[in-house]
């Protein structure tokens, strides 16, 4: 599975984006999918999973209520809605998947994940 991340840019504080992870090769079937981030000096972080149906998705407290993660799998792509943006959510954002699935508890570790995505810089200034 390889999979790209886009849709990461400049914004302002306030404003909106929407990232896009779009697999490749094998399909992704069963397979749950994460989005997290890195700021510089910090290490990696959760921001949110959704599962193979899109039934089921689980958020960071520091995104619930603004992000939204989303699938089509007829696209094999996963999007990540960012509202209401701050500057403390600029981070490289990387899309993975697990082969594990989405699991009674959600995958939140990035040890859990099996294919990562590069990454896209989402930057927001204040």
């Known amino acids: 599975v390889q999979l790209q991340a886009s849709g990461g840019g400049l914004v302002q504080a306030g404003g909106s984006l929407r990232l896009s992870c779009a697999a490749s090769g094998r399909t992704f079937s069963n397979y749950a999918t994460g989005w997290f981030r890195q700021a510089p000096g910090k290490e990696r972080e959760f921001v949110a999973v959704i599962s193979w149906g899109g039934g089921r998705s689980y958020y960071a407290d520091s995104v619930k209520c603004r992000f939204t993660i989303s699938r089509d799998n007829a696209k094999n792509t996963v999007y990540l809605q960012m509202n209401s943006l701050k500057p403390e959510d600029t981070a490289v954002y990387y899309c993975?998947?697990?082969?594990?699935?989405?699991?009674?508890?959600?995958?939140?570790?990035?040890?859990?994940?099996?294919?990562w995505g590069q990454g896209t810089l989402v930057t927001v200034s204040s």
């Open positions: 993975a998947t697990t082969r594990g699935g989405y699991g009674i508890v959600p995958p939140t570790r990035h040890d859990e994940y099996d294919y």
